[in-house]
């Protein structure tokens, strides 16, 4: 059997550290639910005691469900050196885990606290005891811990010696500033487990200098047997060691067990980019947009023939696929895998054309999507664009004090009667885009045709361009288990929404249409 590493995630707490991030008691509850009964990690931190009232109300209702789910013992609030006051905040709401914050560092506990290491350790003995009193389980932080072994580690371990024996359960190691390399992490934690033995220690990094993924693992192989993540890394600063990262790095490197699921961690690390409106890299490891995107046509051809740009970090893992980029470096086999995923049939000197045209616009930077793909077969070939949906006039109303209003009229070739139909539909919405959606949706709902559901919108425009420049939008859509990408181009913010949405309606219908012929 291969040794098990317990993931304790506090996205809820340490994560909410983070620059503009705030959850509401609601999206706090969605997320324990993922993490603890999809992700499965073995413990959460939620919140810290004594913050606001908005906080004591999210960590009671996170509480609540967790008593009635049988997770209570699982789910961890900070609190303070404070005698009684953390702990009845804690109780007060249901809870029954503290996790003590402790100063880790001499210079901390003197110059913020005002503490000789006498008088704090009196602190922590005497919120100890009433904790468990309480029938509280105890874990304790040891803040900075990091600075205290590189300046005071007589310090450390006097802290240490003088609470080892009170009932508390786990002895929390933080990098607290992520100033650690590997190699410290190396001889810091064999330090401690050498000196203490089977004391129950978690690690915990942060990623100022971009090691927290490393100094995690190195961590585990250097005998600690739990350690503390967030969901996509979120964190004060830099942020910390992201939960995705070091699962699979515990699995893949170290041959060691968790309890995670890992086809749960996109869905994870998605719901926290919408919660938290931080939108993941497009380069990060496991969850990033562009992690399983092929742009190098070799690359295409040597899937295609065997395989041969895979690993073990296969997309099938998180319940993710591989997609081919169009641009530039573009190939055959890149351009191959775009046709068969949308049914689409070309000879050998149309997808020549095809790819030579794709390969101009990727040379003048123009973003490429499968969506396009349809219309630059048309424009290539010469043959004329059948549209289902084709927008002949809409007008967009916004103003202060008044929901926006939409007029919008488009015509529609029927693919079960052959016929032209125009439709127009008014609507009114929140804004602009939402009026004109809300427009489209009538038509929609009136012609039976389901439209995804917009799942991300980005608006961009060239660095130092003035009012006039030219707007690209582009819409992550999901419908069927299925994510696409369209894009419009326009001076006009909305307009350019509006030209990426007539690209999803003919994308959508794309089955409907008979398939592109290969010439005989």
């Not at 009964?37 to 606001?52: P, T």
């Not at 410290?184 to 990094?205: E, K, L, N, P, S």
């Not at 170290?254 to 409106?277: F, G, N, R």
């Not at 893992?317 to 190939?331: I, N, P, Q, T």
Request: glycine letters at 8%.
């Amino acid at each position: 059997m291969a040794e098990k590493v317990m993931i304790m995630d506090t996205t809820l707490r340490d994560g909410e550290q983070m620059r503009n991030v705030s959850y509401s008691s609601e999206e706090k509850l969605s997320v324990a639910r993922i993490l603890l009964d999809e992700v499965r990690v073995y413990r959460i931190e939620i919140a810290s005691a004594r913050v606001s009232e908005g906080e004591q109300k999210a960590a009671q209702k996170v509480l609540q469900w967790s008593k009635s789910a049988g997770y209570l013992d699982r789910v961890e609030i900070l609190g303070f050196t404070d005698h009684t006051k953390s702990v009845d905040w804690i109780g007060g709401i249901g809870g029954k885990v503290i996790n003590l914050l402790a100063k880790g560092d001499r210079q901390h506990a003197e110059t913020q606290l005002g503490k000789t290491k006498e008088e704090h350790v009196a602190d922590i003995l005497k919120t100890i005891s009433y904790a468990s009193d309480q029938g509280f389980i105890c874990n304790i932080y040891l803040e900075a811990w990091s600075h205290g072994m590189i300046r005071s580690r007589d310090y450390v371990y006097y802290l240490i010696d003088a609470i080892k024996d009170t009932p508390i359960v786990r002895y929390m190691l933080p990098d607290t500033l992520g100033i650690l390399s590997p190699s410290q992490v190396a001889q810091f934690t064999r330090d401690m487990i050498d000196r203490y033995g089977d004391i129950g220690f978690d690690f915990h990094a942060h990623d100022d200098y971009g090691v927290s993924v490393a100094n995690t693992l190195t961590a585990v192989e250097n005998g600690i047997r739990c350690v503390h993540t967030t969901i996509n890394g979120m964190g004060e600063r830099a942020g910390n060691a992201p939960l995705d990262e070091v699962v699979v790095g515990i699995h893949d490197f170290l041959k060691m067990e968790t309890d995670v699921d890992e086809k749960q961690l996109y869905h994870a690390s998605q719901t926290v980019s919408i919660y938290s409106s931080c939108r993941i890299a497009f380069n990060k490891p496991i969850s990033g947009p562009n992690v399983f995107t092929q742009t190098a046509g070799i690359h295409a051809d040597g899937d295609k023939k065997g395989n041969l740009y895979s690993s073990q970090l296969h997309p099938d893992r998180f319940d993710r696929a591989y997609e081919y980029a169009l641009g530039k470096l573009s190939g055959k086999s890149s351009l191959d895998y775009n046709l068969d995923k949308m049914g689409i049939t070309l000879s050998s000197a149309q997808k020549k054309k095809v790819l030579e045209r794709v390969i101009l616009l990727g040379d003048r930077k123009e973003s490429i999507t499968e969506a396009d793909l349809p219309y630059i077969i048309s424009d290539v070939l010469e043959t004329p664009q059948d549209k289902t949906f084709e927008f002949l006039s809409s007008v967009i109303v916004t103003s202060i004090g008044l929901r926006a209003v939409a007029a919008v009229k488009l015509r529609y070739q029927n693919p079960d009667t052959q016929k032209t139909e125009e439709w127009e539909e008014n609507a009114s919405g929140d804004g602009g885009y939402d009026a004109f959606m809300n427009a489209i949706r009538s038509i929609a709902g009136k012609i039976r045709i389901e439209l995804p559901r917009l799942a991300d919108y980005t608006v961009s425009i060239p660095p130092g361009g003035k009012t006039d420049a030219l707007v690209q939008c582009a819409i992550i859509w999901e419908l069927d288990e299925r994510r696409f990408v369209t894009r419009g181009l326009n001076s006009d913010q909305v307009l350019a929404a509006a030209e990426a949405t007539e690209k999803m309606l003919n994308l959508i219908t794309l089955p409907h249409r008979s398939k592109q012929k290969a010439e005989p």
